[in-house]
């Protein structure tokens, strides 16, 4: 297993408690274009250039070149429940219900780079909405052959108003600048993580925390190489994607994200995922 930053506009690899920085032709792209991206990586940490461990003033940059980001809905029990909560008014409280149910998966579009916030930096809510929530989900890493190769942590920031008021307006609520934050690391490795692997969320206000909450994906329905199978039938990613499974960890209706909330995400052995509401 390794573990991939970008740091400084450099990238680094450490495996096992060794850094090393890699050469200056390695890149996100190549990585998600290779035949076997473990095997690419494996190869990049053999040449790369012994350095110390990074520190926590260190900027971190977000892995993403040209890699599209896709997401997953209503794969949990708690995000269906949510989803008809939500909608009920406007009639569409069924669809998440059927959805959750059929064999074909809630998949939709998520991000462009651009719209990626790296570890560290702000992630935005919408100006037009009241009612915004961040949703912490386990993101995949996939060549572009289909192979999951690794993972991430994905902060799908979400217009929950916006979406109740009608199912259709789902990219408006999901698809905006700085929707959405991955890192602080990309786990590179051929092992999925189990069900036991925990996916925690914390909101803090003025230092306090405001809502804490976690799940594991022993509580996702769908599997994930189920999930990637479906988001690659009669579609093609030259350079790879990443996809975020869906998410267990709503907070409570009564709740919304104001400016200036910190948001931590966190999933070993990623790490933990640190972005400010701007």
Request: aromatic share 8%.
């Amino acid at each position: 297993m390794f573990r991939l930053y970008a740091i400084n506009h450099a990238f680094l690899l450490e495996q096992e408690g060794i850094h090393v920085s890699l050469a200056a032709d390695f890149t996100i792209d190549r990585l998600f274009a290779a035949a076997d991206p473990i095997a690419f990586a494996t190869a990049a940490f053999a040449a790369g250039r012994p350095v110390s461990a990074p520190t926590p003033a260190e900027d971190l940059g977000v892995l993403i070149q040209s890699q599209e980001v896709w997401a997953a809905g209503v794969t949990y029990q708690r995000s269906k429940s949510a989803r008809v909560a939500e909608s009920r008014d406007a009639g569409g409280g069924t669809f998440y219900d059927r959805v959750y149910e059929a064999p074909r998966p809630e998949l939709f579009f998520k991000a462009t780079p651009h719209r990626v916030a790296a570890p560290g930096a702000g992630v935005r809510i919408r100006s037009d909405s009241k009612w915004n929530v961040p949703e912490p989900e386990l993101t995949l890493a996939i060549n572009a052959t289909g192979r999951i190769f690794g993972y991430t942590i994905g902060n799908d920031m979400s217009s929950r108003d916006i979406e109740g008021e009608n199912p259709l307006y789902l990219p408006q609520a999901k698809v905006y600048d700085r929707s959405a934050a991955l890192g602080p690391c990309l786990v590179i490795t051929g092992e999925l993580p189990g069900p036991a692997t925990v996916i925690a969320l914390e909101i803090l206000r003025d230092g306090a925390a405001v809502f804490t909450g976690e799940t594991t994906l022993a509580a996702l329905k769908r599997p994930l190489p189920s999930l990637v199978e479906w988001l690659f039938r009669d579609n093609s990613f030259p350079r790879g994607c990443y996809l975020m499974t869906g998410t267990g960890v709503i907070p409570p209706d009564t709740f919304t994200l104001r400016r200036g909330d910190q948001i931590r995400i966190t999933i070993a052995p990623v790490g933990t995922l640190v972005n400010t509401v701007l």
